[in-house]
């Protein structure tokens, strides 16, 4: 459990305004759902007294809060190796791996990051979702920022909320794209596949910019940039696109091989059986200290052999055509 204690006077600029907004003014490091809470459950008083949220201050009054955060009892700590790329008091950044499911759900009561985080650094068990603020899909890799302290938790949250935080990933897809650009379509629920998004127009906005980092004769190496973060987003919008991420069990469709492709990349293909998709690199606002922070990450190894395997087959094929 955490406990959290605060005081501050309200100033005589802030009359008339109603306690949970001046609350949320005066503690600007938790969300106005968290004070909220505080104030309907007690924890949060004026001049020691419970107030309704509505009630309107006057100026001058004494905040107080010392509330106490439970901890999620639901969820065990597990020893799971994690690659951790940065690491202080407030946030934590790791490289996920494949296979690695982010959060438990249906079918993965435990083995998850989640279970990693809580048996790393115990004080996330108070936090909203032991402080895990956007994922990854299971077999998506990369980088993932996880918030320490309720302080960090909002500000991340709100930097993912208005698009601050930076989140680029690469990507190999089926087909030889002929330029970037940007897909904005809103994503919503599959109509009949309830595990599968799609492209609707009743679903919510959502916005993907891509480059070309280089082509190959039957494929494709991109760069994206998210502005926002749909379920399944990059491989909704690549497939949409028809152009869609190797390997991607879900959205890739029937395997295309290139005509009188190398034997090594054939194979590699057929069993190439994980989305071809890697978060290279993150950028955002420290939540405490606001320095700006960057970090990048490697491709993984089956993506690394990919590569090399399609760069080859390519001066292969060019070498023979001529």
């Known amino acids: ?83 951790i790329v940065h690491e202080d008091e407030h946030i ?37 979702r032991a402080g895990i603020v956007h994922r990854l899909d299971k077999d998506t890799t990369g980088l993932m920022v996880v918030a320490k302290s309720l302080r960090a938790h909002k500000h991340l949250v709100e930097q993912l909320q208005d698009r601050s935080m930076g989140r680029e990933y690469e990507a190999v897809v089926t087909g030889v794209m002929t330029g970037g650009g940007t897909v904005d379509e809103p994503i919503g629920r599959h109509g009949t596949q309830r595990i599968k998004m799609s492209v609707s127009h009743s679903g919510k906005p959502a916005i993907t910019h891509y480059k070309i980092i280089k082509r190959f004769r039957d494929h494709t190496h991109l760069r994206l940039k998210l502005e926002t973060g749909r379920t399944h987003q990059i491989r909704v919008h690549m497939a949409h696109l028809r152009y869609p991420i190797v390997g991607d069990p879900l959205y890739g469709g029937r395997l295309r091989l290139p005509k009188a492709a190398q034997p090594e990349l054939v194979e590699l293909l057929r069993e190439f059986k994980r989305q071809a998709l890697h978060a290279k690199k993150m950028t955002l606002i420290h939540p405490i200290s606001g320095t700006l922070m960057q970090w990048e990450c490697d491709l993984p190894s089956d993506m690394q052999q990919l590569l090399q395997l399609l760069k080859t087959d390519t001066e292969a094929f060019n070498q023979d055509a001529c």
């Open 1 to 83: 459990m955490e406990t959290i204690v605060l005081k501050r006077e309200v100033p005589t600029s802030m009359s008339g305004i109603r306690l949970d907004l001046g609350a949320a003014r005066l503690f600007p490091d938790f969300s106005r759902a968290r004070l909220q809470s505080w104030i309907k459950s007690g924890e949060l008083r004026v001049n020691g007294e419970q107030k309704a949220p509505k009630v309107k201050l006057l100026g001058g009054e004494l905040l107080e809060v010392s509330a106490v955060v439970e901890e999620n009892e639901t969820w065990e700590p597990q020893a799971i190796a994690m690659d």
């Open 92 to 128: 934590l950044v790791i490289n996920k791996p494949e296979g690695l499911v982010v959060h438990p759900a249906a079918g993965h009561a435990d083995g998850t990051l989640l279970n990693a985080l809580l048996h790393y650094a115990p004080c996330v068990a108070a936090l909203p």
